[in-house]
């Protein structure tokens, strides 16, 4: 589906919530979505089985249920995640579904369904032919499988992802490939004539040559799957951990494939030296085995965390010793200030690198900085600091304002810094809901530092509210915007303010 595991995990919990069916009103359509089981109830089985010999007939039912050996690490808590009525096919209730929640149901009934019918019968075929209109002698070999009986690809077929392929060995990608090709029905002796195709050299024969390539860079789907085959986290989990390494910036993404930042390398290679055993696959692994085993009540949870803390705190202790990024001194740049004329140095600083006067302890202080890139030869090229101008003007010395970026994100402030300190929180773009006001929703924070929005007229007006709202009226109730909500379970969401609404939208 080209989803991401946030949108993926917003569709399905609307799919679990339920969504307004026509005369059934708010239907659940799924069960409940963050789980690995496979166990599928007697009720559920049985109603799938009558849906496959109504609609497909008795030869694509097996005589005996299928079942599923659940693994090690899966929790039974739930069943496996199925359409709560078999009988309710994606194509009956499509009216009702926005397109993005169709396509998930879709593949969510194709698969239960097909996981309760018969296996494909394929023929592995390998068939050999030779040019008759050429002096010399050739041999073509070509191998795949026949379709004998569709089976449960009548319903679904499992995709092939070409991107796992690049990461398997050279000869056993051939071997898989071969495996996969479907080949038509031919009987010895039959003449085949070449097709030409797009890149062909000669009509009807492509050349091709293959080398040995690195393994890919993981892409979300990539990511989840060396998580599941490594214990590690749960389906509650995945789509957290996949927003937790993009918003801490120790990952972007560039052509849809995860790429380690520099604050990235910095943390893990701190990480690494401070607490190797801590940053361990196994010893991750070996945490969810514990957990599970003190909710099935086999071992003391105060055992469990002891034997992880005493550890821990030694490591603690050591990685106190260990020099950070802002204690390693580097020598001076030969790029010198623009305002004192000193050689500028590279500093560490929240959002990574960058270079500072070394006069900033000094009295006057230089402050001067700048941002840079390190170019492939290791030179250092200045990014030139980029100030968005407004139209506003500075209340105390009628100088314009620009937008500039702190240790908090984007405000507002004079052009005419240091002189004037005069600074103002972003409007948001969206305008304060209260009746006369008239004033802008800005960002603020509380002492504590949690992030709230409020009216840019504080204290003539006081409306405040927790979650960022977003510059879009509600399609259902025509509330003047939407507000963005983040939880652990389901992510980042977009939805109506009002409960009684009701209204969200994939974040």
């Keep these: 589906l080209h989803f991401s595991s946030k949108k993926t995990m917003t569709l399905a919990q609307k799919l679990y919530e339920g969504i ?75 009216q009702y579904l926005e397109p993005d929640i169709y396509k998930l149901y879709q593949l969510i009934w194709n698969r239960f369904i097909a996981s309760q019918m018969v296996p494909a019968i394929l023929d592995v075929t390998r068939v050999e032919s030779s040019p008759v209109q050429t002096n010399k002698k050739f041999l073509f070999r070509s191998t795949g499988t026949v379709v004998k009986f569709p089976g449960h690809t009548i319903v679904y077929m499992e995709g092939i992802d070409k991107e796992l392929f690049a990461q398997k060995q050279k000869n056993e990608q ?37 080398f040995t390539q690195p393994p890919p860079r993981y892409n979300e789907a990539l990511l989840i799957k060396e998580l599941e085959e490594k214990g590690i986290g749960r389906p509650s989990t995945y789509a957290n951990i996949i927003s937790t390494i993009q918003d801490r910036k120790y990952a972007e993404k560039e052509d849809g494939r995860f790429v380690p930042t520099e604050t990235g ?37 105060v055992t469990a965390v002891r034997e992880f803390y005493g550890p821990f705190t030694t490591d603690l202790e050591k990685a106190k010793t ?85 240790r908090f994100g984007k405000f507002i402030a004079c052009s005419a810094y240091p002189e004037c300190k005069t600074t103002k929180p972003l409007a948001l773009g969206v305008k304060c809901p209260q009746p006369g006001c008239g004033g802008d929703l800005v960002q603020k924070r509380t002492r504590k530092g949690r992030s709230f929005f409020a009216c840019s007229k504080y204290p003539a007006c006081e409306y405040a509210l927790w979650d960022r709202p977003i510059n879009k009226a509600c399609p259902t109730c025509s509330a003047p915007f939407l507000i963005e909500k983040v939880s652990k379970q389901v992510g980042r969401s977009v939805q109506c303010r009002s409960e009684e609404c009701g209204y969200r939208e994939a974040g």
């Excluded at 039959?190 to 024969?205: A, F, K």
């Excluded at 514990?290 to 909710?295: A, G, P, Y």
């Excluded at 929240?350 to 009295?363: E, T």
Aim: contains cysteine; hydrophobic residues 30%.
């Design 322 to 406: 260990i020099p950070g990024p802002k204690d390693t001194v580097e020598p001076p740049t030969d790029i010198p200030c623009g305002k004192c004329g000193r050689m500028m140095e590279i500093k560490w600083g929240r959002n990574g690198k960058f270079l500072a006067c070394p006069a900033y302890k000094d009295k006057p202080p230089c402050k001067n900085t700048q941002n840079f890139e390190k170019l492939d030869d290791g030179t250092i090229k200045i990014v030139p600091k980029v100030e968005l101008t407004t139209d506003e003007k500075c209340e105390k010395c009628s100088s314009p304002m620009v937008v500039k970026t702190g």
């Design 265 to 301: 390398r910095t943390v893990n290679g701190f990480l690494m030296k401070g607490f190797p055993d801590l940053i361990n696959v196994d010893f991750t692994s070996h945490m969810e085995e514990e957990l599970d085993e003190v909710e099935e009540g086999n071992k003391p949870w």
């Design 20 to 94: 307004e069916i026509g005369a059934e009103g708010q239907t659940g359509l799924i069960t409940y979505m963050r789980t690995d089981s496979p166990r599928i109830s007697n009720e559920a089985m049985t109603e799938a089985r009558r849906v496959i010999q109504e609609r497909f007939g008795a030869e694509y039912l097996p005589d005996t249920p299928n079942l599923y050996k659940t693994q090690k690490a899966a929790q039974e808590a739930h069943e496996a995640i199925r359409p709560t009525a078999a009988a309710r096919d994606p194509e009956s209730i499509r």
């Design 174 to 210: 051939e071997v898989e490939d071969e495996a996969e090709r479907q080949l038509p029905l031919l009987s010895e002796g039959e003449p085949l004539r070449l097709i030409s195709q797009e890149g062909q050299t000669v009509p009807g024969v492509l050349s091709k040559q293959h």
